[in-house]
């Protein structure tokens, strides 16, 4: 959708998975999405160089949230967020689920 805009349908996926859960890494990313890790390192590198995406470490693993001193910050999470709303449902639906940690065992459903 905002593929002719941002140059590449890799970029978009990165920055609408981002704007519906806040952060991620790459294997996450490309797990959601079905794509190659390289591919989703490569846009997240590239972001991140941009000034858009900042990281962070968590363990082995490299977190990646949006930049908060980035100057367009603002209106390009409404731009993510119209774009959003376009999705199908159920991929909607998915993306903004941000469940992280499995369910205390012995809870009811």
Do not use: W
């Amino acid at each position: 959708m905002l593929e002719a805009l941002l140059g590449s349908t890799g970029r978009e996926r990165v920055l609408v998975y981002l704007r519906a859960r806040n952060e991620g890494y790459a294997r996450e990313m490309a797990r959601f999405f079905g794509t190659g890790v390289i591919q989703i390192q490569k846009q997240l590198e590239r972001l991140e160089v941009a000034g858009i995406l900042a990281a962070r470490p968590a363990g082995r693993t490299r977190l990646y949230a949006f930049n908060p001193g980035y100057p367009f910050l603002r209106e390009l999470t409404a731009l993510l967020d119209k774009a959003l709303q376009f999705y199908p449902p159920e991929q909607r639906e998915t993306l903004l689920m941000n469940r992280r940690r499995p369910r205390r065992k012995g809870k009811p459903l």
